[in-house]
């Protein structure tokens, strides 16, 4: 904060303009009529009349100023009880233009703001100082050839300030200046201009006084009005604290709840979903079961034999049917897919030893090798007819063991040519073996 203090001056304070940036933090500048720097401070949760007081403490205000256009209602409102002239810029000044205007006022000066309160309260006196001051250079001029001081010369760029004419607030001034002349010592009374120069003093003190009670009075009235604002305000206060209190009581308890709830939910879920893998689990062994005790009925049944079906000629496909289907040595199977499959595929099945395969495609040629010397007759799907249930199937006992015949004779019909083959191969290997002897 920057406290210079201004001149005190025979008659009375001097006139000042109080620059104001209110809010919780209030900024507060005054300059005098010469554009000198007297005070700049910022206050913490001022009242009103905390403010007009340290603006009183420096002189009488004839310009309360803002820097924001309209000017916001506590600077309006401290203007009206000051009887000061409220001055706003034509438009808001920007930071930028602030930040200007307060460096080159303070060019000369070590004082600086110390935030941004102090530096627009600054500059919006700076801003009315400068409104005035093409007129008050005007009056300094006409008083060059006057003998006038200066308290009369600021008193008289004050009442220019408020709307006198430049003649007329000379006129005033001077007027009240204390005689030249030696006060004559006739009869024990004062000179006739000296008593009317009392009276007119008088008057003006009087004037000042009424206007200081007025004042006063404004302020017993706001300070009044702020304490009464203050009680409700902590009531307020009180109440909204109570409140937000029992809110938070709630709330908790709430997030409480609720957070127990979405736990319970969450382990429901989580039963829920089990319970449904369970129970298709258990809907799947259900007709798994019905459809094994359906091949078990059908496997002692002299017109039909149960087809067991494996899905896909792969080592998974292979072990998901033998785990549902309980597939042994003896039994029928229906390969619905034997693409895929070679050699060592073939094996698994030629281990297990079913008594015959039925495919609903070509399969491979290696494969059918592996088959054909395990002696596992695979029959085409095109070649018997198949029932499929749900999920397995059925062949007439009769065609099957006819397609397993068949399948037979052509594999000893098979034998039975490559062994010829072979041998007249060897029949051939030894005449060659002959010739060369």
Not at 345 to 373: F, W
Request: hydrophobic share 35%.
């Amino acid at each position: 904060m920057q406290d210079k203090g201004p001149e005190r001056f025979e008659n009375g304070k001097p006139f000042i303009i109080a620059g104001i940036d209110p809010g919780l933090t209030v900024g507060l500048a005054i300059i005098d009529l010469r554009g000198r720097l007297l005070y700049l401070g910022s206050m913490k949760e001022a009242s009103r009349s905390d403010i007009i007081n340290r603006i009183i403490e420096h002189g009488r205000a004839i310009v309360v100023a803002s820097d924001v256009h309209p000017a916001p209602e506590a600077v309006r409102r401290i203007a009206s009880m000051l009887n000061a002239k409220l001055y706003t810029p034509e438009r808001v000044l920007t930071i930028s233009f602030k930040n200007e205007l307060v460096s080159e006022f303070l060019s000369d000066s070590e004082s600086t703001p110390e935030n941004s309160h102090e530096r627009d309260a600054l500059a919006a006196a700076v801003r009315a100082y400068r409104h005035h001051e093409m007129k008050l250079r005007q009056i300094e001029k006409k008083l060059e050839d006057l003998d006038i001081g200066e308290a009369d010369e600021l008193k008289i760029k004050g009442l220019v300030i408020t709307g006198k004419p430049v003649a007329e607030a000379i006129k005033l001034v001077t007027d009240r200046q204390e005689p030249v002349e030696v006060i004559r010592e006739q009869a024990g009374e004062k000179p006739e201009a000296d008593i009317d120069k009392l009276k007119r003093t008088l008057r003006t003190q009087r004037s000042t006084i009424k206007h200081q009670r007025l004042l006063i009075e404004k302020l017993e009235n706001e300070n009044r009005s702020l304490k009464k604002r203050i009680r409700e305000l902590r009531d307020e206060k009180s109440r909204l604290k109570s409140k937000l209190d029992r809110l938070h009581y709630e709330y908790s308890r709430d997030l409480l709840l609720n957070r127990e709830l979405s736990h319970k939910l969450k382990v429901i879920d989580k039963l829920q979903k089990k319970y449904n893998e369970e129970k298709s689990r258990r809907m799947a062994l259900e007709r798994n079961l019905d459809s094994l005790l359906r091949i078990r009925d059908m496997e002692f049944s002299p017109d039909k034999t149960p087809v067991k079906i494996i899905d896909t000629f792969t080592r998974d496909g292979i072990r998901r049917a033998c785990s549902k289907w309980k597939i042994k040595r003896g039994d029928v199977l229906l390969l619905r897919s034997p693409e895929g499959g070679g050699s060592q595929t073939a094996s698994i099945l030629r281990d297990i030893g079913p008594r015959a395969i039925i495919t609903e495609d070509k399969m491979s040629h290696q494969a059918l090798e592996v088959l054909e010397d395990g002696d596992i007759p695979v029959i085409s799907a095109r070649s018997i007819d198949v029932e499929i249930y749900n999920d397995f199937g059925s062949v007439r006992t009769q065609d099957l063991n006819t397609e397993i015949k068949k399948w037979k004779n052509r594999l000893n019909e098979k034998r039975k040519k490559r062994e010829e083959e072979e041998l007249l191969k060897l029949i051939d290997q030894y005449r060659a073996q002959r010739r060369r002897k």
